[in-house]
């Protein structure tokens, strides 16, 4: 498996402001992802985070209120922008393209960056 | 439309019995299917994995059951400890009609009690 670190692990943010939150993994991934989890709720899926080109973004997700960078294999950062109270959330991210035995692919989350909004 | 559902938000199980969490999809595309464990304030953590072409895959206490055609998976943790209390989380993924992304839809998830 792969050993991955976000930072911030959590921070409180007043309305307006942005929250840039990285995701560093210690090695080399083809796929990085990041989700939401809100209050009570699953795991969404916000976008792919795709190295050396945009995002690809799920829907209700857009790239103005969600910048994604990916300069490389190991490393990805998400950006919060412009917060509001409902931005509240554990944001994870994840990554792929790891062979188990047997050959099955399998997906490694981060152990996320939990941000209030006031 | 929640395509991965998990019906029991709950479920509490006496130490040393079998717990069995179960998972619906609704999607045929899915193809891959993962659980996932998750303690409060940590990331979720894969426990074991299915691909559609099988319909069990066994990893020491843990077992997943695929039954395709109820579109239907299931867990089961035997015998069940208390460090396995923590919310459940079924993922499926279309990863032939996605070239291989893994990009996962995730069920509401089970929290399971294990009672000494």
């Known amino acids: 498996s792969a050993v991955i670190s976000q930072k911030p692990s959590r921070d409180i943010c007043q309305r307006g402001t942005s929250l840039t939150i990285q995701c560093q993994v210690d090695?080399?991934?083809?796929?990085m992802f990041w989700y939401r989890q809100q209050p009570g709720q699953s795991l969404t899926l916000i976008a792919t985070?795709?190295?050396?080109?945009?995002?690809?973004?799920e829907s209700g997700f857009v790239i103005d209120k969600f910048p994604i960078s990916r300069p490389n294999l190991t490393f990805s950062t998400l950006t919060v922008s412009n917060m509001s109270p409902e931005d509240s959330s554990i944001y994870l991210c994840?990554?792929?393209?790891?062979?188990?035995?047997?050959?099955?692919?399998?997906?490694?989350f981060g152990p996320g960056t939990r941000l209030l909004v006031l | 439309d929640q395509q991965v559902k998990q019906n029991s938000p709950s479920l509490s199980v006496q130490e040393g019995r079998i717990s069995i969490l179960n998972c619906d999809y609704t999607n045929s595309m899915f193809d891959y299917f993962l659980w996932y464990k998750k303690y409060p304030a940590e990331g979720p953590t894969f426990l074991i994995s299915?691909?559609?072409?099988?319909d069990k895959n066994e990893d020491g206490r843990f077992t997943v059951f695929l039954n395709k055609s109820a579109k239907h998976l299931s867990l089961h943790i035997v015998p069940s400890q208390p460090g396995d209390s923590a919310v459940y989380f079924c993922?499926?993924?279309?990863?032939?009609?996605?070239?291989?992304?893994?990009?996962?839809?995730f069920g509401t998830g089970t929290r399971l009690t294990i009672i000494p």
């Open positions: 985070a795709n190295q050396g080109s945009e995002a690809t973004y």
């Open positions: 993922a499926a993924s279309a990863r032939r009609s996605n070239f291989g992304n893994e990009k996962l839809t």
């Open positions: 299915i691909s559609s072409i099988k």
């Open positions: 090695s080399q991934v083809t796929m």
């Open positions: 994840s990554v792929g393209g790891l062979f188990r035995a047997g050959g099955l692919e399998t997906q490694y």
